[in-house]
């Protein structure tokens, strides 16, 4: 089974303030994911990546940065935190199209 | 409008017995993943089909790309079955993304 790591895997955020979630993956594949999970809307993908160094955005991409430093992390930034961004983030990988997405544990950010 | 629309939104079963899930797209799709999110949260991979029926224990699913729609069967439901399910829609295209339905609320009760 392909692993996928998030950390951290909780936090608790001020308004205002920034973000940093990251993601490790061991899997060598070359796509990776960013959704947001809220309740009653399933999962929502914020941005993706496809190679190192190059960061896509996704269907709800405002107020959210991403970096992929490396093949294995991908890290989602929230530079000015809001209260809209409560939800739970789960970062996926795959090696590419018609093949399954694998996902990591997800990340529980709650902004106060 | 939605592009994938998953029935029903929530479904109690009674221990030993089956139902089926069901997924309905707007438009014609590469593939379907299913997965179970369980009750710590995490999303766990129960098949993936670009056509066809796939079954794993007591769980089978078939994907119809012609009609575009895709669905869940669960037999002998277990009280571990309990969660709730997801199906996503592979459209293919460049960014190789997912996208999901909201889910049904699977709850197995003794």
């Known amino acids: 089974e392909a692993a996928v790591t998030q950390s951290p895997r909780s936090k608790v955020a001020v308004t205002g303030g920034k973000v940093t979630l990251s993601c490790h993956q061991t899997n060598n594949h070359d796509y990776m994911y960013w959704y947001r999970q809220d309740t009653g809307h399933g999962l929502r993908l914020i941005h993706y990546?496809?190679?190192?160094?190059?960061?896509e955005k996704g269907d709800i991409p405002d107020g959210y940065k991403a970096s992929r430093p490396s093949q294995e992390n991908f890290s989602l930034i929230l530079e000015l935190a809001s209260l809209s961004q409560t939800a739970v983030y789960f970062c996926?990988?795959?090696?590419?199209?018609?093949?399954?997405?694998?996902f990591g544990a997800g990340t529980r950010l709650s902004v106060l | 409008g939605d592009q994938v629309e998953q029935s029903p939104s929530a479904l109690s079963l009674h221990e030993g017995t089956g139902s089926a899930l069901r997924c309905n797209f707007t438009t014609t799709m590469r593939a379907v993943q299913w997965f179970q999110q369980n009750s710590r949260g995490s999303l766990i991979n129960l098949f993936y089909l670009a056509s066809g029926t796939k079954e794993n224990g007591r769980l089978k699913s078939t994907f119809n790309s012609k009609e575009s729609y895709s669905t869940l069967h669960i037999r002998d439901a277990q009280l571990e079955d309990s969660g709730t399910y997801f199906c996503?829609?592979?459209?293919?295209?460049?960014?190789?993304?997912?996208?999901f339905g909201k889910g049904t609320l699977l709850t197995v009760t003794p």
């Open positions: 990546s496809y190679v190192a160094d190059s960061t």
């Open positions: 996926a990988s795959r090696t590419g199209e018609g093949v399954t997405l694998y």
């Open positions: 996503a829609a592979d459209f293919g295209g460049s960014n190789y993304k997912l996208t």
